[in-house]
């Protein structure tokens, strides 16, 4: 197996702060038990206003490290690909966090990314240890800290009131005899690309006091009702073809799945994806204690699983996900021993 590459490790961080799904409803004016049965939260993790995107990546990285005895001098590459709100404005924060965890001999690279983050960095950070196998292992990180872009006063942009705080992180090697990271697949629909999005503060609209005052710097929808009839007709058939065709991809097919890591949604919608699926909704992981943490949420579900014992040898792993953009992405592990 000297040419696999497989997942050796992986670790999350969750911010103190619990905001409950009582909390969520009486800022929005939407019913409690809206927010738990229709959008599937019970709560979830709010960073504290000095815990930034970067604290919240070498928080996770740091305890993979720890729990697993990694030099940090031995990783031959650091990705960032969570959220692409950080600490600052056009800004990196991958070379940031390998300096802050003592990853000395790696290079820093990242890519903004959203929703659909995880299995797009797995193939990424795959590709990349295929064509560079001396790097040896890659380091992954992710977080999210976008609950702070809600205006929970702005019904445009409710679909995203479940929008949490986190941080995942994964270690991919080359050479690797367990866990296997195996095939990928992505689909684009570029027609959404200007549907959600923070209007003000880039090029098109120069911060302003017009639009500090029109609360312009926090997530909008554009047009609502256009994107859900768009997304209604193509979303659920394209989870379902990215799925088999990283599949395919793995020598592997939909009924060969054991373990679903997707990221949050609402319940509905979660149900119909997972009953495409042919699994038992036990087989698939729900974040409703964490909400939706923009490209963490896959890798996040993964290591929960993992940790609890609901993941183990032999099991096929499908990561799940998209995002605005709008791009749907999957990834498959093969969890154990090759």
């Given at each position: 197996?000297?040419?696999?590459?497989?997942l050796?490790?992986t670790?999350?961080?969750?911010?103190?702060?619990?905001?409950s799904?009582?909390?969520?409803?009486?800022?929005?004016?939407i019913?409690?038990?809206?927010?738990?049965?229709?959008?599937?939260?019970?709560?979830?993790h709010?960073a504290?206003p000095?815990?930034?995107?970067?604290?919240?990546?070498?928080a996770?990285?740091s305890?993979?490290?720890?729990e697993h005895?990694?030099?940090?001098?031995?990783v031959g590459?650091?990705?960032?690909?969570?959220?692409?709100?950080?600490?600052y404005?056009?800004?990196?924060?991958?070379?940031?966090?390998?300096?802050?965890?003592g990853?000395?001999n790696a290079?820093?690279?990242?890519y903004?990314?959203v929703?659909?983050?995880?299995?797009v960095?797995?193939?990424?950070?795959?590709?990349?240890?295929?064509a560079?196998?001396?790097l040896?292992?890659?380091?992954l990180?992710?977080?999210?800290?976008e609950?702070?872009?809600?205006d929970?006063?702005n019904?445009r942009?409710?679909?995203?009131?479940?929008?949490?705080?986190g941080?995942?992180?994964?270690l991919l090697t080359?050479g690797?005899?367990?866990n296997?990271?195996?095939?990928?697949h992505?689909?684009?629909?570029g027609?959404?690309a200007?549907q959600?999005?923070?209007?003000?503060?880039?090029?098109?609209?120069p911060?302003?006091?017009a639009s500090v005052?029109?609360?312009?710097?926090?997530?909008?929808?554009?047009?609502?009702s256009?994107?859900?009839?768009?997304?209604d007709?193509?979303?659920?058939?394209?989870?379902?073809?990215?799925?088999?065709?990283?599949?395919?991809?793995s020598?592997?097919r939909?009924?060969?799945?054991?373990?679903?890591?997707?990221?949050?949604?609402?319940?509905?919608m979660?149900?119909?994806i997972?009953?495409?699926?042919?699994?038992?909704?036990?087989?698939?992981?729900?974040?409703d204690?964490t909400?939706?943490m923009?490209?963490v949420?896959?890798?996040?579900?993964?290591?929960?699983?993992v940790?609890?014992g609901?993941?183990?040898d032999?099991?096929?792993?499908?990561l799940?996900?998209?995002?605005t953009?709008?791009?749907?992405a999957?990834?498959?592990?093969?969890?154990?021993?090759?």
């Amino acid at each position: 197996m000297s040419g696999a590459i497989g997942l050796a490790a992986t670790a999350h961080y969750l911010p103190e702060r619990w905001l409950s799904a009582a909390e969520i409803g009486a800022a929005a004016a939407i019913p409690e038990q809206v927010i738990v049965e229709k959008f599937g939260l019970r709560g979830k993790h709010v960073a504290a206003p000095d815990e930034h995107v970067s604290d919240l990546a070498v928080a996770a990285a740091s305890r993979l490290l720890g729990e697993h005895g990694v030099d940090p001098a031995s990783v031959g590459a650091v990705v960032y690909y969570g959220s692409t709100w950080k600490d600052y404005m056009v800004w990196q924060a991958a070379p940031a966090i390998a300096h802050r965890l003592g990853c000395a001999n790696a290079y820093a690279v990242e890519y903004d990314n959203v929703s659909m983050g995880t299995p797009v960095a797995l193939r990424f950070a795959r590709a990349l240890l295929v064509a560079e196998p001396d790097l040896g292992s890659i380091l992954l990180v992710a977080a999210c800290r976008e609950s702070y872009l809600l205006d929970y006063g702005n019904a445009r942009s409710r679909f995203m009131f479940n929008f949490g705080d986190g941080a995942v992180a994964g270690l991919l090697t080359a050479g690797a005899d367990r866990n296997l990271l195996l095939g990928s697949h992505a689909i684009t629909d570029g027609s959404f690309a200007l549907q959600v999005k923070v209007p003000a503060g880039g090029s098109v609209e120069p911060a302003s006091h017009a639009s500090v005052d029109g609360r312009r710097h926090f997530l909008d929808v554009a047009d609502p009702s256009a994107m859900k009839d768009g997304l209604d007709e193509v979303s659920l058939p394209n989870f379902v073809a990215v799925a088999e065709g990283a599949l395919a991809r793995s020598g592997a097919r939909l009924e060969d799945v054991s373990y679903l890591c997707g990221i949050h949604m609402k319940r509905s919608m979660h149900e119909q994806i997972v009953a495409a699926l042919g699994l038992a909704p036990s087989r698939a992981a729900y974040l409703d204690d964490t909400g939706h943490m923009s490209g963490v949420d896959p890798l996040l579900a993964l290591d929960r699983a993992v940790r609890a014992g609901e993941v183990v040898d032999g099991d096929l792993v499908l990561l799940l996900a998209a995002g605005t953009g709008y791009t749907w992405a999957a990834s498959v592990v093969r969890w154990g021993p090759a």
